[in-house]
């Protein structure tokens, strides 16, 4: 009986430890069919140094994300460097000034400044193909830099981690994970806090076929480019010929770019909860095909930005849900929204463009969706009811497609930034 309970210990703590190491879930939707890593041995790397090393190396690896990596200080930091205070900042310190960044002309004619930042977080590390980054219980956490999948990279699964902290003061402080140039990439369980620039920034190169589910973006900050602590850049669609399964995401304190997306390609976004957002939510510009159903926008000030040209936008309402049927074999679900502003777009004609590949979507009705998502959304919940694959999502519908093998007005601040912008 003396060594029952340190064996009982020993014994949880091995299951604990080898449950974290293999990947929770199945990809689904578009993303459908990626391995990453596959079946190589998981191994957590001992530094910084190896961790980056290890992500761009030719090796198919399973990668355990089992402690805080922190790179802020690696790579120095730039001490009174040019920067600039865009037209955006009307609030000072609490705001965000922008970093004028080697060859960028975004700055413009606005006034100059000087600050200092880390440089770590301006670029992310690259991440090669075929591999799985999986972060262990909660203590997954990569601080002051991102990933960056480009160049063509494929098959690379990200679960269970943090990205925070890179240079959030600053506009052009760091984007969390860049997709340009890719296929076949599964984003799950993720949480980004606290960056400068984009949470996601998808493009300008196709991103190819992507699923990004059970993340949590999480906008609270002390420097708000909208002067009122939520972050203005979160998730950017700007890759052309896209496909993107947006499903089952948390995004709160946000006040911009809930995604803005751009260009020809197919966005399905259901089952995410928007919460506390004081600007717009969706951005929707020409030649996007956006299907948006079974969603809660709560306290979301503009759930659809009227002031884009939008592209082709089906969101989806209780008396379009029937609409569905004869294209993907169910009914959508009807979106929420509780006081919030109008979503609109009621082009069906998505419907009937829309690609074979994303497979059987199950799709929750929208009583579920908050308490769902906020139990299951972000790191450390991976056995929290534990849907990562769409399969054991308590599902209202699905489908089976055939398969062919003191603040600025939020209209005025997306206006400032769409004419001023330099890339992204």
């Known amino acids: 009986m003396v060594l029952l309970r340190p064996l009982l210990t020993v014994t949880a703590f091995l299951g604990a430890s080898a449950q974290a190491q293999s990947v929770v879930g199945t990809p689904f939707g578009f993303a459908s069919g990626t391995t990453g890593g596959g079946s190589a041995t998981p191994a957590a790397p001992k530094d910084t140094a190896e961790l980056k090393q290890w992500l761009s190396d030719a090796t198919p690896r399973v990668i355990l994300i089992d402690k805080e990596f922190n790179y802020i200080g690696t790579e120095d930091t730039c001490t009174d460097c040019e920067c600039c205070i865009p037209e955006s900042n009307t609030c000072g310190d609490a705001g965000q000034n922008a970093i004028k960044t080697k060859g960028s002309t975004w700055c413009g004619s606005y006034p100059a400044t000087k600050c200092t930042y880390d440089n770590a977080g301006i670029?992310?590390?690259?991440?090669?193909?075929d591999k799985t980054i999986l972060g262990v219980g909660d203590a997954g956490v990569i601080r002051g830099k991102g990933l960056r999948l480009v160049n063509g990279v494929s098959n690379i699964i990200i679960q269970n981690i943090h990205i925070t902290e890179l240079n959030p003061q600053y506009i052009w402080g760091g984007d969390a994970i860049t997709l340009d140039g890719t296929d076949k990439i599964w984003i799950d369980h993720i949480k980004v806090s606290l960056v400068g620039r984009q949470m996601i920034a998808a493009g300008y190169e196709s991103s190819g076929s992507v699923t990004i589910s059970n993340s949590e973006f999480d906008g609270q900050t002390k420097w708000s480019s909208s002067c009122d602590g939520h972050h203005y850049w979160t998730v950017l669609g700007y890759g052309k010929g896209d496909q993107i399964t947006f499903a089952n995401n948390y995004l709160h304190h946000t006040?911009?770019?809930?995604?803005?997306?751009?260009?020809?390609s197919h966005w399905h976004a259901y089952n995410n909860l928007w919460e506390n957002n004081s600007g717009h939510a969706f951005d929707v510009g020409e030649g996007v095909n956006a299907l948006i159903e079974g969603n809660v926008f709560s306290n979301v000030k503009t759930?659809?930005?009227?002031?884009?040209?939008?592209?082709?936008?089906?969101?989806?309402?209780a008396q379009d849900a029937s609409s569905c049927t004869s294209a993907l074999g169910r009914p959508c679900a009807a979106n929420e929204l509780t006081s919030s502003g109008e979503l609109s777009g009621n082009d069906q004609a998505v419907l009937s463009s829309w690609p074979?590949?994303?497979?059987?979507?199950?799709?929750?009705?929208?009583d579920k969706v908050p308490s769902y998502v906020k139990a299951n959304a972000g790191v450390g919940k991976l056995g929290a009811g534990g849907a990562s694959s769409s399969a054991s999502v308590p599902a209202a519908t699905s489908s089976a497609a055939p398969s062919s093998s003191v603040t600025p007005s939020s209209s005025a601040h997306a206006r400032r930034h769409h004419a001023r912008r330099q890339h992204y």
Do not use: H, I, Q, Y
């Not at 074979?356 to 929208?366: C, F, N, P, R």
């Open 303 to 317: 759930p659809m930005n009227p002031e884009n040209k939008p592209g082709s936008t089906f969101a989806v309402s």
């Open 255 to 264: 006040s911009g770019r809930s995604p803005k997306l751009e260009f020809a």
């Open 123 to 129: 670029e992310g590390m690259e991440v090669a193909s």
């Open 356 to 366: 074979k590949g994303e497979g059987d979507s199950k799709v929750m009705t929208t």
